[in-house]
């Protein structure tokens, strides 16, 4: 096997399996380490919206999904709203076999994968990258960043992510299914509220269907057991049985300083961007893989590095749409505080036309800003609607 590449990836995440198979489908000799052995266990929700399933493309064909979301269902103050679009705004899959399918294909497109093996240390220098493994150096012209959250190679390239901008997300698996089809949001506010969200500092819970159950999941700036035990408590209150103690990992909600240097870059979670409103983050990730991934076969191609324009772009783009995030997040809390909440909810349940729009979202069809043009100016007939 090579020991010099035109790109190592190192992390086999979404992010990182992306990123390594574009490259290595456009002709690039490409590297993708992995710390653990595959298959392994990952902490996450499991929710693949239908805008993050297209970006993998032909890699993504294949995958075992667990179930499809075609509607939402919000529950507050002890009453249910429920919302069906009529289309698929995305399915499940297991975050275990949605990392091993990806590599899988990565591999087939050329990608030397390398398992069990991890980055203890990267020094760039003017003309290339030098990785340090436990079992050997390899050299590489650029370095895709993939390692998560924890990666210590993108903090002391890139500058730490800013200041309490981590948070922890905490997901657990319910062996019951609760509402098949449907993606369950519960808001702690209204009357009856959900104590155990509000004291554990978790603004909504999530609920995904699966095949066989049902996966309970929110984010909290709370230590990781507080914020567990809040979704057993709610897990009881939904009469779901918990499979399990339930895991919890580090979301970076905010970017680091950097994104990239002259030869490495960072994708995903290492670059920090998932949403600070859900804690979603494999569609940024999945979008960052691409940019990434073209600008390392631009740099390729071009014989000199072209880094600066993949900064840029994503900072843009990541940066709006997490703007758009903390903006959502405050609304709602302000919607709930002030008791607008319910009926903007039951206008909803009357309102097709505003459901479709947020389907279109889903699916890419129409952006963020273009959904609030739709949505905003029909919020007085929503409310008027909610009030009957």
């Known amino acids: 096997m090579l020991d010099s590449y035109d790109v190592i990836v190192s992390g086999a995440g979404p992010s990182g399996s ?42 993504g064909r294949g995958l075992p999904f667990e179930s499809g979301v075609e509607g939402l269902c919000i529950v507050m103050g002890g009453r249910t709203y429920i919302y069906r679009s009529g289309r698929e705004l995305g399915r499940t899959v297991v975050r275990r ?36 493994t436990e079992s050997g150096s390899l050299r590489a012209k650029y370095l895709v960043l993939a390692e998560g959250a924890s990666g210590g190679s993108a903090s002391r ?45 978790a603004g909504i819970c999530a609920a995904f269907p699966m095949r066989e159950g049902t996966v309970l999941s929110t984010i909290s700036r709370q230590g990781s057991g507080r914020v567990l035990d809040a979704l057993r408590s709610v897990a009881g209150r939904l009469s779901l049985e918990p499979c399990g103690e339930g895991c919890a990992h580090p979301i970076p909600t905010a970017m680091r300083p950097r994104l990239a240097t002259r030869r490495c870059l960072a994708v995903g979670d290492c670059a920090g961007l998932a949403s600070p409103f859900s804690g979603e983050g494999l569609t940024p990730a999945l979008e960052s893989a691409g940019l990434a991934a073209e600008a390392v076969i631009s740099s390729v191609r071009e014989g000199r590095p072209c880094l600066a324009h ?69 919020l007085p007939v929503t409310l008027a609607k909610g009030a009957r």
């Not at 076999?97 to 203890?120: F, P």
């Not at 369950?184 to 506010?189: A, C, M, V, W, Y």
């Open 18 to 59: 992306r990123a390594a198979f574009l490259c290595a489908q456009a002709g690039l000799s490409t590297a993708l380490l992995e710390r653990r052995q595959l298959p392994r266990e990952k902490c996450c929700a499991g929710g693949l919206l239908a805008r993050a399933e297209m970006r993998l493309g032909e890699q």
């Open 157 to 201: 390239l890139l500058g730490e992510y800013p200041r309490g901008s981590v948070i922890n997300g905490a997901a657990l698996f319910c062996r019951d299914r609760l509402s098949p089809g449907l993606a369950t949001f519960l808001l702690p506010g209204g009357r009856p509220g959900i104590p155990e969200l509000t004291e554990a500092g």
């Open 310 to 378: 993949y900064d840029r772009a994503l900072r843009s783009r990541a940066g709006r749409d997490q703007l758009l995030a903390r903006l959502t997040g405050e609304a709602v809390r302000l919607a709930v505080k002030g008791g607008w909440a319910a009926p903007i909810l039951a206008g909803l349940e009357r309102d097709p036309y505003s459901i479709q729009a947020a389907a279109a979202v889903a699916a890419e069809e129409d952006g963020a800003r273009r959904f609030l043009m739709r949505t905003l100016p029909r």
């Open 97 to 132: 076999d949605l990392d091993a399918h990806l590599v899988e294909q990565a591999r087939k497109a050329g990608c030397h994968t390398r398992q069990a093996t991890k980055a203890e240390s990267v020094e760039e220098t003017a003309s290339e990258v030098l990785v340090r």
